[in-house]
Each structure stands twice: as structure tokens, then as C-alpha cells.
């Protein structure tokens, strides 16, 4: 596998589950990123892990927890979403400290809440 | 951060060159320009960045105005695939333990068509 690949990309779950996003990058970068993108709206900054350590949490809903156990694996924790929680969520990971913003992005798990 | 201001939506014929204007009026002098495109339901896919020079790399040229108030990224021979939302992101260098948190707007919908 090569760049950033996310599973599952597809899934759908009842407000009362409770499921998993993994991400997981193979490019030796340092800083993890969850984005959410509903219909017709920009891309959300969710959280970012810099050294596996959470630098950001850009207010979401305590029913997303993110964790990151290494520098490799980015994980997002769902519990009791709601409808509108319905949406592509993105990982994306970049190398801190080499002076770009270029990030690498996965292909998604387009998250339907029923 | 520079805001930036992007036309909601352009076309363009398959094979002809494919110029996209981005406005960066108040753009501060270490900021940089970067491009990145969305493809449908996929995640966004760097492009390009620049200071003050102009760029040009395998996939497209970005050509930034004297004043740096402006910029347009050029695909020189538009394919259908092509065919995305393309985001104009203006943001300080990132160094240090700076991990380059990037804002996206709503970017221009480029159609590429026969």
C-alpha cells in the first residue's frame, strides 16, 4: 500500500452503534489530520495529531473521539451520531517542519447515519 | 490568514489550456499560494505552491503576479479527468513544529468538456 488509505469507505450506521474510521498513512509524515466534507459545504478541519500528540480539536461533538496511537495510524472513534453527521471524512497527514503545507489526503469513508 | 476570493465556476475544452484565476488582495509578504483539486467524492489532491515566482511542475504552472495580489493556476492541456473543484489556499510558511493547518473555501468547479 502506498500514500494514505482508509477503511472502510463506505459505511452505514444507526444513531445507537457505535463504529470505527482507521486511517493509515505509509509515507513517514509526522502530522495526522480528520476533515469532515458534508454536501455542498468546505472541507472541516476536525482534529490534527502533530507528533502524535492532538494539537487541534476544532469543537467537534464529544460523540467523535479521535486516537492515535502512532505516528502511522489515525483512528476515528464514532458513538451516537446523528443524521447530519452524515458526510466523507478524510484523513490526510503532511511532514511538520519541512517548511510546505502539502498533505496527503485518502480517499475517504463516506459515512451515512440512519 | 490571506482570504481569497475564486470564481464558483469555470469550463473548458478537452485539450485547450485551462486557466484558473485566484484573488489574494491582502496576502502579507511570507505568505505562500498553494493549489489543490478535489476530484469527485475523492479526497483533494495537492498541486502546486508558490511565494513570488512563478512555478511549473508535472501537472500544472503557477504564475503569480508581481504584487502577489493574484494568481492563476494554468493546466496547459485540459483532460476530462481534469474535471474537479480546484481550492486556492494561501497560507504562512510552516516550519518549526508548525503542522499547516489549511482552510479550504468553496474553490472554483472546473468542467473539462469534449
Known amino acids: 500500500e502506498t500514500g494514505v488509505t482508509q477503511t472502510p469507505r463506505h459505511l452505514v450506521m444507526g444513531m445507537t452503534n457505535k463504529k470505527s474510521l482507521k486511517c493509515e498513512q505509509h509515507?513517514?509524515?509526522?502530522?495526522m489530520y480528520w476533515y469532515k466534507q458534508s454536501a455542498k459545504k468546505p472541507l472541516e478541519l476536525m482534529f490534527v495529531y502533530n507528533f502524535k500528540e492532538q494539537t487541534e480539536n476544532n469543537s467537534v461533538p464529544s460523540r467523535f473521539s479521535p486516537e492515535c496511537p502512532n505516528s502511522s495510524h489515525l483512528f476515528l472513534h464514532l458513538h451516537t451520531l446523528q443524521p447530519e453527521d452524515s458526510a466523507l471524512y478524510l484523513c490526510?497527514?503532511?511532514?511538520?517542519?519541512?517548511?510546505?503545507?502539502?498533505?496527503?489526503f485518502g480517499p475517504g469513508t463516506r459515512l451515512t447515519v440512519t | 490568514d490571506a482570504k481569497t476570493t475564486q470564481p464558483t465556476s469555470m469550463d473548458c475544452a478537452e485539450g485547450r489550456a485551462a486557466n484558473l484565476p485566484c484573488n489574494h488582495s491582502?496576502?502579507?509578504?511570507?505568505?505562500?499560494v498553494y493549489w489543490y483539486r478535489q476530484i469527485h467524492s475523492q479526497g483533494p489532491q495537492y498541486i502546486i505552491h508558490?511565494?513570488?515566482n512563478n512555478e511549473t511542475n508535472e501537472m500544472a504552472s503557477l504564475i503569480i503576479t508581481e504584487d502577489r495580489k493574484s494568481s492563476t493556476l494554468i493546466l496547459p492541456h485540459a483532460t476530462l479527468r481534469d474535471t474537479a473543484v480546484y481550492y486556492c489556499i494561501v497560507r504562512v510558511e510552516a516550519g518549526g513544529t508548525s503542522y499547516g493547518k489549511l482552510t479550504f473555501g468553496q474553490g472554483t468547479i472546473l468542467t473539462v468538456h469534449p
Open positions: 508558490g511565494l513570488k
Open positions: 509515507l513517514g509524515h509526522n502530522a
Open positions: 491582502t496576502i502579507s509578504g511570507n505568505e505562500y
Open positions: 490526510a497527514s503532511s511532514q511538520v517542519g519541512q517548511g510546505s503545507y502539502e498533505q496527503y
